[in-house]
């Protein structure tokens, strides 16, 4: 019998969900127990928990982002999964929803309207647009699938994969500045490692073309925000639109609440639905049960 620790702001939710699964041979707890071997739940959560939980064979996050639980002087004797698996419909909802609005310049069409003004500015299309990825795992390559809907040129960087077929040209490592060059998006989905802090900085910024467009839905940490921002204030590129921050919330005083063509969404582009992180969890507990992998697996030493 496996007992399964729930923690997380929904947990009445996610016990239903559960309990309606009926998955053989697990038992939900009521509260922390030492004979725990599965926990789903919140990284955050869980990183406080687990000092009083040395039975901990598996911990399913329900977010993407596990930072909380990267600490080296953390635990790390447990297959940990995040759910980066289930976000990239979501994601790409996200993503398109704000290139088409860009493109069909809808919110000035919207202010023109509360002007009372008739707007017939030209639209703009996708069509033929190129589109670069920061990262190109399983968010990325939905947005690459995405992309190609809408008959757009692909561009991926990624430290080494070429695996996803919607990429139409792969850039490594020292060919960040020409992955960047001609541009018209630049889409990060980046996770939060040593190596992705302040990626998007001046020199990657400058190599855009000013009438592009940059949208971050990774990691805050990814970008130089000072960089950004002067990027913006000064036209180098057209416009931002930023869903994460290095600080969240924003400080009341940040730059950015001032910065020209900058558009925040505050952490909303992806929410963890239940229902689908659930869909995960039955998928991974059936692997578990047979001693297979488990999907969506965090390597603690690349931290993603």
Known sequence: MNKLL???????DYRRLVEAANLPG?????GPDKDCSIILGEPKLIRDALPNLPSVQWVQSIFAGVEQLLDPSLQRDYV????????????SEYVFGYLLAHERHIFERSKAQQENRWETKVTGQLRGKTIGLLGVGS???HLAGTAKHFQMNTRGYTRDSKSCPDVD??????QLLEFAKGLDYLVSVLPNTKETNHIVDMALLNALPPHAVFINVGRGSAVDEAALAEALNAGKIALAILDV???????????????KNLWMTFHTSAPSIPEDIMRLFAENYDLFLRGKPLKCQVDFRRGY
């Open 6 to 12: 729930i923690l997380s702001r929904f947990e009445a």
């Open 26 to 30: 697990l038992k939900i707890a009521s």
């Open 80 to 91: 940990l999964t995040n759910a980066r698996g289930v976000f990239g419909a979501l994601m």
């Open 139 to 141: 968010i990325g390559a």
């Open 169 to 174: 040209q792969y850039f490594h490592n020292d």
């Open 245 to 259: 921050f290095e600080q969240e919330p924003l400080p009341k005083d940040h730059f950015f609440w001032h910065t």
